[in-house]
């Protein structure tokens, strides 16, 4: 039996019979007003973030969602859109499938704004979307990826950016380790649908985006997520996991590189009123500028400018 018939013969059971708190151990951060979840849909959220930023969904876009899990994701996007269709979900679990089909028949219910039509429910996995080239502006998935081995890894980001429109957005939400997975982890089948043995690092995970084509990686937030113990897990030390919440678009990688946000900030603390790097880059003096990490590398060559550690939080502006 392969890694993936293992995940999906997992998800069929976690399906059938919800397991609270397998993947997130938190409640989702996200409520909206006159959003009511039911609890079936709750016990369900098997992500490790959130992949729903309301300043990603402006201009009413049309939504992939990879990985329906129990729906509560795809609910929360139909939120913003409101019509049929707006919110295409795929999974390849038949039973996933049903139980979210049924979580969201309950949404119905309770919510006067939402219809069963506003989210298309489809067979289908990450590595062959049931979707047409260039055919959306946002794809979404939360939890999903990080249980691909790599190469699988490479795949999926592809084919999202195959599906992607010009200019599109890829919204994740995965786990990533502090340092490298040990292999007798790695080959855990269990372990890595529970989405504690997948993982692999930052600079890893940022790669593997960046070489499918994205041209731009936003980092929304970077937190502690589950500590493996060193006894139940054979480690030599504990292990420390993270969520990484990321939105990459799909817009060309410049001659220098892709341009990867973290959170950095670069301030002009000269003499005169503003800093012209002849870059690009007009600075106030004293006045923090958003910078992309490869600006960021640039300016701090500049005995005049004063750059900050990454915060592992952006939400736009600045430049690159």
Known sequence: MT?????AQFYTEVAETPDVGLCCVQQTPLHLPGLTVPPQMHEMNYGCGTTVHGAELAGDPTVLYVG?????EALQFAYYSRKPGAVVAVDPVAAMRKAATHNLALAAEVNDWFETSFVDIRDGDAF??????ESVDVVAQNCLFNI?????????LAEAYRVL?????LVMSD???????????????????MCLSGAITYEQY?????RAGFGQVEIRARRPYRVLNREIYNLSEPLLLESLDSVSFKVPIAEDGPCIFTGKTASYIGQAEYLDDQAGHIMQRGVPLAVCDKTAGKLARQPEVMITASTWHYDGGGCC
């Open 3 to 7: 890694y993936l018939e293992s995940t």
């Open 128 to 133: 062959a979307l049931p979707i047409e080239d």
């Open 206 to 210: 940022v790669q593997r985006i960046t």
């Open 165 to 169: 429109k010009p200019g599109g957005r």
């Open 148 to 156: 691909f081995e790599p190469e699988d890894l490479s795949k999926a």
């Open 175 to 193: 786990p990533i380790t502090t340092r490298p997975m040990p292999e007798h982890l790695q080959q855990d089948d269990r372990l890595r649908a």
């Open 68 to 72: 329906v899990g129990g729906g509560l």
